[in-house]
């Protein structure tokens, strides 16, 4: 059987968190490029509006819903309001993500808990949310945008090495209770990709040498899309200029 790559996501139905800023804006941008009706989630209204005017003047389709991923209710009615408006949802795509970074040593409870409760907390609590929306749905996906740091660690990284561990580990779960309501789950474990947040946490990085968001869209996008007898459950990105990281 030969994996067909369809080219259009007209119809579908698109949540994606962390969408007013880096890898997340550019997949809700590239997921409405190809016709899916998105719904961009995000702290700031503002910045979330943006992206939808720019949806939108593109000829797409966008909603915003500003929540805070780690609110239980915030979630909640922002996957309910997305139901009641569109009917279900095809794509859950959990991009959401924060870092403190630091010596272990020097972490606050504070800091601890609130990384925790975006990069791990959020995923969970959107998912739970979600799959009874997704449930039933031909070609429903799950897409969680782990990190290298989900797979390895790195010194001043461990409250944010230890969410993308948490995450990794409820991804590993929810593949296999999901695969028998025919929603499959996917990670995406990128390294380097120029954004704020890495740029915050590696100043030292050359940033014409990182990864672009385009780049992890159209990973993202390969992922929805494909349809076949093959299934890729995890993908790990790293810049061209870097050491493999094979496990």
Same mark, same amino acid.
């Not at 997305?82 to 949802?89: D, K, T």
């Given at each position: 059987m030969r994996i067909i790559m369809t080219n259009s996501l007209e119809g579908r139905v698109a949540l994606v968190t962390g969408a007013s800023r880096g890898i997340g804006r550019a997949i809700a941008l590239r997921l409405a490029e190809e016709g899916a009706h998105v719904t961009l989630l995000a702290r700031s209204g503002d910045d979330l509006d943006q992206v939808v005017s720019e949806i939108m003047a593109g000829g797409g389709s966008a909603a915003?819903?500003?929540?805070?991923?780690?609110?239980?209710? =915030?979630?909640?009615?922002?996957?309910?309001?997305?139901?009641?408006?569109?009917?279900?949802?095809?794509?859950?795509? $959990?991009?959401?993500?924060?870092? +403190?970074f630091g010596p272990i040593a020097e972490t606050s409870t504070e800091d601890w808990d609130r990384v925790m409760a975006v990069n791990a907390r959020g995923p969970f609590l959107l998912c739970r949310e979600a799959v009874p929306a997704m449930s039933g749905r031909e070609g429903?996906?799950?897409?969680?945008?782990?990190?290298?740091?989900?797979?390895?660690?790195?010194? $001043?990284?461990?409250?944010?090495?230890?969410?993308?561990?948490?995450?990794?580990?409820?991804?590993?779960?929810?593949? =296999?209770?999901?695969?028998?309501?025919?929603?499959?789950?996917?990670?995406?474990?990128?390294?380097?990709?120029?954004?704020?947040? +890495?740029?915050?946490?590696?100043?030292?990085?050359?940033?014409?040498?990182?990864?672009?968001?385009?780049?992890?869209?159209?990973?993202?996008?390969?992922?929805?899309? =494909?349809?076949?007898?093959?299934?890729?459950?995890?993908? $790990?990105?790293?810049?061209? +200029?870097?050491?493999?990281?094979?496990?």
């Open positions: 915003a819903a500003v929540a805070d991923v780690a609110d239980e209710a =915030q979630v909640r009615h922002a996957v309910c309001d997305l139901v009641a408006r569109e009917g279900g949802i095809d794509i859950l795509v $959990n991009c959401a993500g924060i870092g +403190v429903a996906v799950i897409i969680n945008i782990s990190s290298v740091v989900g797979v390895k660690g790195y010194v $001043n990284q461990g409250a944010y090495t230890a969410s993308k561990h948490a995450l990794m580990g409820m991804t590993k779960v929810l593949s =296999q209770e999901l695969q028998p309501l025919g929603i499959r789950v996917h990670t995406i474990c990128p390294g380097g990709v120029d954004t704020d947040m +890495v740029a915050n946490a590696r100043p030292d990085l050359d940033r014409s040498v990182l990864m672009t968001t385009c780049e992890i869209a159209e990973i993202a996008l390969f992922l929805i899309t =494909q349809r076949g007898n093959a299934i890729v459950d995890q993908i $790990n990105v790293r810049r061209a +200029v870097s050491s493999p990281w094979f496990c």
